[in-house]
């Protein structure tokens, strides 16, 4: 039996929750592409420890996981379901555009939506190729655009981070900026108006 | 007594109503219609004078009981008043701190809280007669003898400083709930950082619906200097970011008009961005 197998192992055989938070991070810390399913499947244990331990370790493999990732997602259980969209996000390969896309216009669970939201701002453009990438990145932003209107304010919140990080592109910046000004004149939240601000700031140096 | 909630459990209802049909329910025959009409009315904040004069006369209800001699329909009518903010509702409300319903006069404190009216504080300090020594729990019910949470959080949003003898005792209530609420009032009372570290405390307890209540006391107190703590709680994000948008608002506050950012609201920020 490799080190991996025994390591996948001690994650089964973790009889409290301890015990599991310790075998994931072991696995974790292990860089094995053999562990990535145990990893994904502890997102469902609900024992947040050990899935915020997987999120590490699978977004440090990076791209090598995004396809068991995005074939995993688990429909069942919400929980599991935003661990997987935040390692997506986390990993920021665009494969994962449209299952974030999909998340974060129509998931029921707001913390879902909210990571996917993140997400659509930071996948790595720069490996789609570049005739694919304009329509890509307008895609992203029409859907973030949509979110900044969500009755939902902590979803209006996670569509802003996600614009700011969309700014960088020269294309994107002033449909992006327009939409700024628009929330800080009108929005009813307070924090959403102090959000807007802070992208203001960053995005007016580029 | 009331959980925080999150929008993970927030239910939508189906039933298709205007304000005009829920108004007018609120007198139909149908007892179940008017106890849904009053949860509907508050839930949609309907502000018409029409729906306020209704749920005020609501709260004088005497069809709907149930078993044990509660009326559902004055809590619902109560709590709707207080989302829906109309200061003519204070009276009746005051007038529901009297009422034979535990859930009545938990329903009524909580919403005389969000109105922030100065003449509640006597009558809710009357609910604190007898001190820690009175605040016992019912025998064979699952609340104390009065709604103290609602009342403590209450006086400590009207800043009623007269209260504050009487307050301070429930640091000291067996029951941790009523502690936090004790905590938070001081806090905002005498604006002593001694209680809000006492509820950053409780964010270490094992029980996780304790921790949840910290966190939503210290994100109504605005105690900014738990945000790291309310960061790495271990609680479901959505709490977290609730509470931290409260720390943020109270950094908002004086500037009004023209929005600018702090230094701690862009630390806060920053950490409301770590748990998108």
């Given at each position: 039996m490799t080190d991996t197998q025994q390591l996948i192992r001690a994650v089964a055989e973790a009889d409290s929750p301890a015990r599991m938070v310790t075998a994931v991070q072991k696995l974790a810390a292990a860089k094995d592409t053999a562990a990535i399913p145990t990893l994904i499947a502890s997102f469902g244990y609900n024992n947040p420890g050990a899935a915020v331990a997987a999120v590490a370790g699978l977004t440090e493999l990076g791209e090598v996981a995004v396809p068991q990732l995005l074939e995993n997602i688990d429909d069942y259980n919400y929980g599991a379901r935003a661990y997987s969209i935040r390692t997506l996000a986390a990993i920021g390969d665009p494969r994962a555009l449209e299952v974030l896309l999909t998340a974060s216009a129509t998931d029921f669970a707001p913390t879902v939506r909210r990571a996917a939201a993140k997400g659509l701002g930071f996948l790595q453009w720069h490996k789609l190729p570049a005739t694919l990438r304009v329509t890509a990145q307008i895609k992203a932003m029409d859907a973030l655009l949509a979110l900044t209107q969500d009755s939902d304010w902590s979803i209006r919140y996670a569509a802003i981070v996600g614009l700011q990080s969309l700014a960088k592109i020269p294309n994107l910046q002033s449909s992006i900026k327009t939409r700024f000004k628009e929330m800080l004149a009108s929005d009813a939240e307070k924090a959403i108006r102090a959000r807007v601000l802070l992208a203001q700031s960053v995005t007016s140096d580029q | 007594?009331?959980?925080?909630?999150?929008?993970?459990?927030?239910?939508?209802?189906?039933?298709?109503?205007?304000?005009?049909?829920?108004?007018?329910?609120?007198?139909?025959?149908?007892?179940?219609?008017?106890?849904?009409?009053?949860?509907?009315?508050?839930?949609?904040?309907?502000?018409?004078?029409?729906?306020?004069?209704?749920?005020?006369?609501?709260?004088?209800?005497?069809?709907?009981?149930?078993?044990?001699?509660?009326?559902?329909?004055?809590?619902?009518?109560?709590?709707?008043?207080g989302k829906i903010g109309n200061m003519r509702a204070v009276p009746a409300l005051i007038k529901c701190l009297e009422c034979t319903d535990f859930y009545v006069r938990e329903a009524a404190a909580q919403s005389l809280e969000m109105l922030r009216d100065p003449s509640a504080a006597t009558p809710l300090m009357q609910l604190l007669a007898g001190g820690v020594a009175a605040a016992i729990q019912v025998p064979g019910r699952p609340h104390l003898t009065q709604p103290y949470e609602a009342v403590l959080e209450a006086l400590g949003a009207i800043g009623a400083t007269e209260a504050l003898?009487?307050?301070?005792?429930?640091?000291?209530?067996?029951?941790?709930?009523?502690?936090?609420?004790?905590?938070?009032?001081?806090?905002?009372?005498?604006?002593?950082?001694?209680?809000?570290?006492?509820?950053?405390?409780?964010?270490?307890?094992?029980?996780?619906?304790?921790?949840?209540?910290?966190?939503?006391?210290?994100?109504?107190?605005?105690?900014?200097?738990?945000?790291?703590?309310?960061?790495?709680?271990?609680?479901?994000?959505?709490?977290?970011?609730?509470?931290?948008?409260?720390?943020?608002?109270?950094?908002?506050?004086?500037?009004?008009?023209?929005?600018?950012?702090?230094?701690?609201?862009?630390?806060?920020?920053?950490?409301?961005?770590?748990?998108l």
């Open positions: - | 007594m009331i959980e925080p909630s999150a929008e993970e459990y927030l239910v939508e209802s189906t039933q298709p109503l205007t304000p005009e049909q829920a108004t007018a329910n609120l007198r139909s025959s149908d007892l179940s219609l008017r106890y849904y009409a009053a949860w509907w009315l508050g839930r949609f904040r309907v502000r018409s004078t029409e729906a306020v004069d209704a749920l005020i006369a609501a709260l004088e209800d005497e069809a709907d009981r149930t078993e044990l001699g509660g009326y559902p329909l004055r809590r619902n009518a109560a709590r709707a008043l003898p009487l307050i301070q005792p429930f640091i000291e209530h067996p029951v941790p709930r009523v502690q936090c609420a004790a905590n938070r009032a001081m806090y905002q009372l005498a604006q002593d950082p001694q209680y809000g570290e006492r509820l950053v405390k409780v964010l270490d307890n094992s029980n996780l619906q304790l921790r949840r209540v910290a966190l939503g006391d210290l994100g109504a107190i605005g105690y900014v200097a738990a945000a790291d703590a309310i960061a790495n709680a271990t609680v479901e994000n959505s709490f977290k970011l609730i509470a931290l948008k409260g720390l943020l608002e109270s950094q908002l506050n004086e500037e009004s008009e023209a929005l600018s950012l702090t230094d701690d609201a862009i630390r806060i920020l920053n950490l409301m961005d770590s748990l």
